[in-house]
């Protein structure tokens, strides 16, 4: 008896292939999900980041009076960027020098206790 040669694939071929498919699509919505989720991070810790460096600025550039200079203590303020409300942490501490204020910032996002980021610098009575 000839046999007859079918073009085409068994169905455990098909399995198989199936079977890599969803193997692989796994792995590439895992990596997705990462991406996506660390491009939200990023972009949470940029605009942190913002935040500080502006109220840094402001604090840098009020007028050098003695009204102006901060004496040692904490305080919170808070900020809205775009649609996104940011709570500002102060802490402003005494140096060595009694003319040099050192300002820590710590940025968080809403109530989140959380910080995203932290910022340090220092501001001059004259």
């Known amino acids: ?17 199936l079977f ?21 991070n990023l972009k949470d810790s940029l605009e942190a ?7 840094m600025t402001r604090m840098q550039m ?6 102006n200079f ?15 409300r940011w709570e500002v942490e102060v802490e402003i501490q005494e140096t060595e020098n009694q003319s040099v204020r050192r300002i820590i910032l710590k940025v968080h996002k809403g109530l989140s206790e959380e910080h995203s980021t932290e910022l340090i610098g220092f501001l001059g009575r004259y």
């Open 1 to 17: 008896m000839k046999r007859i040669k079918k073009n085409g694939f068994t169905l455990i071929e098909v399995m198989i292939s």
């Open 62 to 67: 009020l007028p050098k009076t003695s009204e």
């Open 70 to 84: 901060p004496s040692a203590g904490f305080s919170r303020d808070s900020s809205q960027v775009g649609d996104q």
């Open 20 to 40: 890599i498919f969803s193997i692989v699509s796994v792995a590439v919505i895992k990596n997705l999900s990462t991406a996506i989720r660390q491009s939200a």
């Open 49 to 55: 980041r913002w935040v500080a460096e502006d109220y």
